[in-house]
């Protein structure tokens, strides 16, 4: 499967963004969906991830509650509602994709820069 993150941008702290994912290539509903981010400097830390329906989500702590992902599997691809945004969500935001049955994440996109000025 072959991954296209967009919907990254520069925005105020406080501010809102969506990103989106668009998959392409097998049954996008065979993938469990996950959100990453990597700051500079830093190591790539899981944001949000759902599973293969949408029906279940799970989020790091530092962005429960302002972050929300979702998926739409009949339009191939999974979105990421960033809201009250702060300075540290500044990052490039990477989707990634696993077989159900798999544990990895091992497609992944290319990456979208989040800026967030205070």
């Known amino acids: 499967v072959q991954l296209q993150a967009s919907g990254g941008g520069l925005v105020q702290a406080g501010g809102s963004l969506r990103l989106s994912c668009a998959a392409s290539g097998r049954a996008f509903s065979n993938y469990d969906m996950g959100w990453f981010r990597q700051a500079p400097g830093k190591e790539r830390e899981f944001v949000a991830s759902t599973n293969w329906s949408g029906a279940m989500t799970s989020y790091a702590d530092s962005v429960k509650g302002r972050f929300a992902i979702s998926r739409d599997n009949a339009k191939n691809t999974v979105y990421l509602q960033m809201n009250s945004l702060k300075p540290e969500d500044t990052a490039v935001y990477f989707c990634?994709?696993?077989?159900?049955?798999?544990?990895?994440?091992?497609?992944w996109g290319q990456g979208t820069q989040v800026t967030v000025s205070s």
């Open positions: 990634a994709a696993k077989m159900v049955i798999k544990r990895e994440y091992v497609y």
